[in-house]
């Protein structure tokens, strides 16, 4: 026993697929200002804070959860006009991404995706034994080559595309959506994290009543303020949420998650004056990005911006430690050379990150 204790070493009998897999860093430090993870930072109206806190506080716990969630189901569709056939929840977007790889993916099959965009993607398809093939944006724009996108998709299973996309924050254009669906068999996931503070027709919903593969992802942690609850969720073709449903963790989303969440959807109408002033105060925090000296900040429908300026790395590094300000690097990533995804705080807080910003470019 004593011999065993001393050579063991878990890593050699990791499923080989999954050998190498870091745990997820988000690098947070704790800053006064953090506009690195596109949470929203606004308060929510008193009356809606009081309808969370008290679906929080009525739930008991020594039940476990609908597994199905089929109250949360049930207010979400009326909300998106579909059935609850036609929905699932997960703990966050995150497990609904997991899930649609466990059960489409696998050996001998791949995902296509169009980088920049969210990282799960890739980290997911790799744990499910799903090959990857990456359609990168075109570097000056980030627009996605339709072409070779559709071609791309042609023998894939599934296709994970985000509108708005995460970093670069512009929409998938219907077009491209519908050569997808026209022209390839694979399931095309349009992931919605960020819809809710881009214009109201972007988002696909209404063409899941007739596309069967087509599949969208909302999450309440953006919109909803709500990402440390975990919920998150997917519109699609009955069938689809039917193999979901069985192969899902038959307890990740918890009583509390599905109360507030429920709370929170219901409130969803007190909750649209925060999104719209999110929106407004990105525009506003766009202009003065621009006006920073360098700086080339890309439109974005999001409630976050991207941002190329030089040295972002160390802009990064100094906007933290000598102003308590957070913003995400991604400089090291393909494609990103150089730049920042700043999340749309508060008045307060987009003021001190421009004036931080100011102060530091202007002592360069
Ligand atoms: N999709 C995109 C594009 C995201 O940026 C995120 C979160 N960063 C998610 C999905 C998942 O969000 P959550 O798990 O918090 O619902």
């Not at 069938?239 to 969440?261: C, G, H, K, P």
Request: charged residues 25%.
């Amino acid at each position: 026993m004593e011999r065993q204790t001393a050579t063991f070493n878990a890593n050699e009998r990791v499923r080989p697929a999954l050998v190498g897999f870091e745990p997820y860093d988000p690098a947070f430090s704790p800053c006064e200002v953090n506009l690195s993870a596109n949470e929203n930072t606004h308060p929510l109206p008193g009356e809606v804070q009081k309808a969370l806190e008290q679906a929080m506080l009525s739930t008991p716990l020594n039940r476990y959860p609908d597994p199905l969630a089929n109250e949360l189901r049930d207010v979400l569709a009326a909300w998106h006009g579909v059935g609850r056939q036609n929905l699932m929840v997960g703990n966050g977007g995150d497990e609904v991404l997991f899930n649609l790889l466990f059960a489409f993916g696998g050996p001998g099959r791949s995902l296509v995706v169009a980088p920049p965009c969210f990282e799960e993607y890739k980290n997911f398809a790799k744990m499910c034994e799903t090959s990857v093939v990456e359609v990168w944006r075109k570097e000056e724009d980030f627009s996605i080559d339709a072409d070779a996108l559709v071609s791309a998709a042609k023998d894939a299973a599934l296709v994970m595309i985000t509108s708005p996309n995460n970093p670069t924050g512009d929409l998938v254009e219907p077009a491209l959506a519908r050569r997808l669906l026209d022209e390839t068999d694979a399931l095309v996931l349009l992931d919605e994290a960020y819809v809710e503070f881009a214009d109201t027709e972007a988002s696909f919903v209404p063409w899941v009543h007739n596309n069967p593969r087509l599949m969208v992802l909302r999450t309440l942690s953006k919109a909803f303020a709500l990402a440390g609850l975990r919920c998150g969720y997917l519109i699609a073709h009955e069938t689809v949420v039917n193999v979901l449903a069985a192969i899902r963790q038959i307890y990740s989303e918890d009583v509390i998650a599905q109360a507030v969440a429920c709370a929170a959807v219901k409130s969803r109408g007190k909750i649209e004056p925060v999104v719209r002033s999110i929106v407004s105060e990105r525009d506003r925090l766009f202009e003065g990005l621009c006006a920073i000296p360098g700086a080339h900040v890309w439109p974005s429908s999001a409630n976050f911006l991207l941002v190329r300026m030089a040295d972002a790395a160390r802009v990064r590094a100094r906007l933290r430690d000598e102003f308590s300000v957070l913003v995400r690097d991604f400089s090291y990533a393909p494609g990103l050379s150089d730049c920042l995804r700043i999340t749309v705080g508060t008045p307060a807080e987009n003021e001190r990150l421009l004036a931080a910003l100011a102060a530091i470019v202007e002592g360069q």
